[in-house]
C-alpha cells in the first residue's frame, strides 16, 4: 500500500520557495528549564554566576534570579526556526549580525520564533545555491521581545 501513497517528507524550504515580507511563525515554543541552562551553561564551560550560583544571582539587583544563558537564548531562537526554514536545505550559516538581547529569559519562560526574510539573492560563484538572510526574534510567553538576530545562511535551490 506504501507505494501508492504519494510521499512527503518535512523539510524546509528551497531558495525559490522563500519570500520576502512574510512573518514566519514557528510554534511550537520552547519553556525553557533550570535543567537546560544549568546544562548549557555547564557544557560550554561558561561560569558565569548569574547562571549557576541561585544565592548569587538573588543579591543582584534587578532580577534578583538566575538568568537563562544569552547564548542558549540564541541556539534556541535559531533552532526553532530551523524545520519550517532550512531542515536539510541548508549548505551552511554565512554569519551572525545585530545580536540583542533586550530582556532577559528565567527559569520556566517559554521563547517563541519568528523569523522575516530580509533579502535573498543568487549564489554568484554557487550555483544552485542563493543566500537568504533571516531577521530572527525570540518573545517569551508574554510578548516581550527577548532576543534578536540577523544570520545569513546559503540555500539550496530546488532540485530539478
Not at 521581545?145 to 530539478?160: G, I, N, Q
Amino acid at each position: 500500500m506504501s507505494e501508492q501513497l504519494r510521499r512527503v517528507v518535512q523539510r524546509g524550504l528551497w531558495f525559490e520557495e522563500f519570500e520576502t515580507d512574510v512573518l514566519y511563525e514557528h510554534r511550537p515554543g520552547r519553556t525553557i528549564t533550570e535543567a537546560d541552562n544549568v546544562l548549557f551553561t555547564a557544557v560550554t564551560m561558561n561560569t558565569q554566576a548569574l547562571h549557576l550560583d541561585a544565592a548569587f544571582a538573588e543579591a543582584q539587583p534587578p532580577f534578583h534570579q538566575r538568568l537563562v544563558n544569552s547564548m542558549f537564548t540564541l541556539s534556541t531562537l535559531v533552532g526553532l526556526s530551523i524545520t519550517q526554514l532550512t531542515q536539510g536545505t541548508i549548505v551552511a550559516n554565512l554569519g551572525f549580525s545585530d545580536i540583542a538581547f533586550p530582556k532577559p529569559l528565567f527559569h520556566g519562560d517559554t521563547l517563541y520564533a519568528e523569523t522575516v526574510v530580509t533579502e535573498k539573492r543568487e549564489s554568484k560563484s554557487r550555483p544552485g545555491e542563493g543566500i537568504v538572510t533571516f531577521a530572527h526574534t525570540g518573545r517569551n510567553q508574554h510578548g516581550d521581545v527577548v532576543a534578536t538576530a540577523f544570520r545569513k545562511t546559503l540555500v539550496r535551490k530546488k532540485p530539478d
